[in-house]
């Protein structure tokens, strides 16, 4: 009796430590599993924000007039104005451009001379409200003066 | 009777470590199948935004040709509700929309080597950047015949699949290569006979005007489900980076879709230059001598006049080409006088 007793306890024992060690395996596998997935999701942020940002920097309808062309990073401050401007009353042009930036904040600040700052869009549906910016240097030029500016534009995709 | 016990006891023992044994085994092999659909779904994942980085990283190279990686899988292009969308052949995912909205493309491309040609689409400003992106297995094939065709089988570079071939005695003959589809491109003639039956379904035909700045384009297809007659069917272009980019992709409906968002574009991107005149006419002083431009329509005239024309294309394409080629008159006038350009 006391050896079947003795033999009963071995074998609940046995199948205790069995549980116990798949339950370690798992709770080690699924934190190196969400671990894993927390990395791709960081890096497919950053490829989006980056792919954003190419988009945004080569936007030919902001893009200086050819005669005036201060380079690849030559922006016309009324093109800028007349942008933004559109893009808040033309539903249209809302759409078209929600299609093309997504969850983005881009504005341009006038580094010097001049401290104006230019939003030309700004949509954010994303749950978590962290953003990844991306900075690029501009020469902001003005048509009618024919003066240029030094500036930054501010592409921030929204997680 | 000791005995008795013991064998009983040995068969629960065996009875004991075969279900539990078969419990941990049936739980493992559910805990692989979870972890491999898991894997693959990533997998899928990183090739959707890969293909998507691609794309952008490849359009917004102005004017050149990249020969991309093989794609180890082949992807199907469809339009639905005005968008393009792209699914993995034999995978059960879900059609992922292009945001890449200026690319033409054949409906199907993949497990071999891309080509990505992007071009820049002037109306007569720089409006986009367009997209043209093709595999080794698409052919295009020019008529030897006629002086269009042949003027952009030499515009197209030569990393891209293409021929000149004759097409004068009006039937096709040719070997099939191996190539997924033929794209033949034919000016002058009348609507050509298909020799080979066999190969219909891999045949799609381009004539195309003698202008190639501006016309109509007929496509003919033969259409599934048999095969039988030539579908027509025929669409408008301004431009020759438009019609390169109706001959890659060989698909009208494609070709459509693509043109569609590129004249969206067209048509904000007027809009927009006729705020920056009426904002630039409210810092002008009257008698500045640049305000006669920007305080009456001289301007936003031809401006509007393409926005109508993109409405009706298809039939108002002469209007649209007109206008252009006013603005282009403007814009070197605004530059003789020295006064802000509109581009």
Redesign the interface.
């Known amino acids: 009796m006391k050896k ?1 007793q003795m ?1 009963g306890g071995e ?1 609940i024992a046995v ?1 205790i430590i ?1 549980v116990v060690l ?1 339950i370690i395996g798992l709770v080690f596998g699924l934190g190196r ?1 969400t671990e894993k ?1 927390e990395k ?1 999701a960081n890096q ?1 942020d950053f ?2 924000s ?2 954003i940002a ?2 945004v920097t ?1 936007l ?2 902001i ?1 200086c ?4 062309s201060g380079g690849n990073t030559c922006i ?1 401050k ?2 800028v ?3 933004s ?2 893009i808040k009353e ?1 539903n ?2 809302y759409v ?1 451009y929600q ?2 930036f ?1 969850n983005t904040q881009i504005k341009i600040n006038e580094i010097y001379p001049g401290t104006e700052t230019y939003t030309i869009y700004d949509y954010n549906d994303s749950i978590n409200k962290s953003r990844t910016a991306t900075y690029v240097p501009i020469l902001l030029w003005d ?2 003066k024919d003066t240029k500016q030094f500036g930054i534009m501010e592409v921030a995709t929204y997680n | 009777m000791k005995n008795k016990k013991a064998q009983i ?1 040995i068969s629960f023992n065996w009875i ?1 470590i075969l279900i ?1 044994g078969g419990a ?1 085994l049936m ?1 493992f092999i559910i805990l692989s199948n979870v ?1 491999t659909t ?1 894997a693959e779904k ?1 997998a899928n ?2 090739t959707t ?1 890969r293909l ?2 691609i794309l ?2 490849a ?2 190279n102005e004017e050149s040709i990249k020969e991309l990686k093989e794609l180890g899988y082949e992807a199907t292009f469809l339009c639905e509700f005005g968008q393009l969308y792209y699914q993995i052949k034999d995978k059960n995912t879900e059609p992922e929309i292009i ?1 890449t ?1 200026t690319l033409f493309v054949p409906k199907t491309i993949g497990k071999s080597k891309l080509n990505a040609w992007s071009t ?1 689409y002037q109306a007569p ?5 367009t997209l043209l992106l093709t595999d080794e297995k698409t052919m295009y094939l020019f008529d030897n015949s006629s002086d269009s065709a042949k003027k952009i089988y030499y515009a197209f570079p030569e990393e891209i699949s293409k021929e000149l071939i004759d097409l004068s005695s009006n039937k096709i003959t040719f070997e099939d290569q191996g190539h997924r589809k033929y794209i033949f491109v034919t000016g002058t003639n009348p609507e050509p006979q298909i020799a080979p039956p066999n190969l219909k379904q891999k045949i799609t035909i381009i004539k195309i005007p003698q202008n190639t700045n501006q016309g109509e384009i007929k496509f003919y297809d033969y259409k599934e489900p048999n095969y039988g007659e030539l579908e027509t069917s025929t669409k408008a272009f301004t431009t020759q980076e438009i019609l390169q980019g109706a001959i890659i992709s060989g698909d009208s409906e494609l070709y459509e879709c693509t043109l569609n968002n590129i004249h ?2 067209e048509k ?2 007027a ?3 006729i ?2 005149i ?3 006419n409210k ?2 002083d009257s008698r500045h001598k640049c305000s006669i431009y920007f305080s009456t329509t001289i301007l936003t005239e031809p401006l509007n006049g393409i926005i109508n024309a993109l409405e009706n294309f298809d039939t108002d394409y002469i209007n649209h080409g007109n206008n252009i080629e006013e603005l282009n008159k403007l814009n070197n006038e605004l ?1 003789r006088i020295s006064c ?4």
């Open positions: 079947a033999q074998t199948m069995i798949i599993t997935i791709d497919i490829l989006n980056i792919r190419i988009k080569n030919q309808e893009k007039s050819r005669a005036n016309d009324y093109k104005l007349s942008l401007e559109l033309n249209e042009a078209i299609g093309i997504e048509p009618i | 006891e004991f539990v941990i739980f972890i898991d990533t994942i990183k935004e998507k980085t952008s990283a359009e917004n945001t909205n820049t400003y720089d409006i986009t950047t969206q574009r904000i991107i809009q927009m230059n705020k920056r009426e904002l630039i810092t002008y530059r802000p350009m509109i581009y």
